[in-house]
């Protein structure tokens, strides 16, 4: 892989992702190989947003390769309280870290920081802008369970805020994937994305009504509202609790559907759909351990 940084899904060809992924498979299917990979590498890790998965999946995933995590720990004890501005801090964490992983309410901030620094820097969610990492596992899910070609994917709920829709949805036009959105008319996918996705070639099939296209779906990427990017809390209100499967609705869909979501998840999956078949975002989740080794052996310079 050429990069140094991923910032953006929007950088990643098919050839970037299939190695990643292949990686990441090779890994999973015998992660001791991998074990003192990089025994000096530290990740730095900002994190200006809340995490769990992301974070804690960069943490073991460095450890797991032999490495270790330099964390900026929260926001509040940190001197960005101090009023340290990004570039500043970036600048100073370079210095003590072999890679560098930045989540930022900001959008267009992880770009901003990579210019300020020698070492490669991930982004880890950038504001309502990308999640590339996430799409890595994603990736990586749909293509285990339902394979990357000629499959029809429905992604439904928050398709305006949701970072890792807009880096799915461009990274999914790699492959032979029809793609269907599902969303209140208030949360559709943002005119940019929708652009970018007819300049790559994709037809933007777009719906308010799960029940238009759940039968013909081989995939179903559900995802939480944003509330944390409404500027207006009744206008989160307007949409809250819309969008919710439980095990009755997947009643019409393909007995081989895979219900992915990034998680968490408030309320729009129910929990009698966690025993079906259908469930694939537990297994998705813990994909982003392999699928993060394989992208830092990757930019630490592994070779396969
Ligand atoms: C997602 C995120 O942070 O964008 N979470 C994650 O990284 N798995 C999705 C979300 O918060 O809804």
């Known amino acids: 892989m050429e990069h140094t940084n991923i910032t953006s899904a929007r950088q990643l060809s098919r050839a970037d992702i299939e190695m990643v992924l292949d990686r990441a498979r090779a890994i999973a299917d015998d992660p001791s190989a991998y074990a003192d990979r990089h025994p000096d590498a530290l990740l730095g890790l900002l994190f200006f947003e809340p995490s769990t998965r992301t974070k804690m999946s ?4 460095i450890k797991r390769l032999g490495g270790d995590i330099v964390d900026m720990g929260p926001v509040d004890s940190s001197s960005v309280k101090k009023g340290e501005s990004l570039a500043d801090t970036v600048r100073v964490i370079e210095g003590y870290a072999d890679a560098l992983v ?3 309410p900001s959008e267009g901030s992880a770009g901003m920081a990579s210019e300020f620094v020698d070492v490669p820097l991930i982004n880890g969610g950038d504001g309502a802008g990308q999640h590339p990492t996430q799409t890595l596992l994603d990736l990586f899910t749909i293509r285990e369970s339902a394979g990357l ?3 029809t994917i429905g992604i439904m709920g928050d398709l305006k805020y949701g970072r890792t829709v807009h880096s799915l949805a461009h990274a999914l036009t790699n492959f032979d994937v029809r793609q269907q959105f599902i969303s ?16 790559r ?9 799960l029940d238009e296209v759940l039968d013909v779906l081989d995939v179903l990427y559900v995802t939480r509202i944003q509330k944390e990017r409404f500027p207006d809390e009744t206008e989160y209100r307007e949409v809250a609790g819309e969008y919710q499967i439980d095990a009755n609705t997947l009643a019409a869909a393909s007995d081989d559907l895979a219900v992915l979501h990034p998680l968490p998840r408030v ?12 469930a694939h975002y537990f297994e998705q989740a813990h994909n982003g351990v392999p699928v993060r080794m394989a992208l830092l052996d990757a930019l630490l310079g592994g070779e396969q």
Request: glycine share 2%.
């Open 58 to 61: 960069f943490s073991a995933a």
């Open 102 to 104: 930045l989540r930022h």
């Open 149 to 151: 070609d000629d499959i």
């Open 184 to 199: 209140p008319e208030s949360l559709r996918l943002p005119r940019k994305v929708r652009y970018d996705l007819h300049a």
């Open 201 to 209: 070639g994709t037809d933007v099939r777009e719906h308010t009504d």
């Open 267 to 278: 309320d729009e999956i129910a929990y009698d759909v966690d025993d079906t078949d259908y």
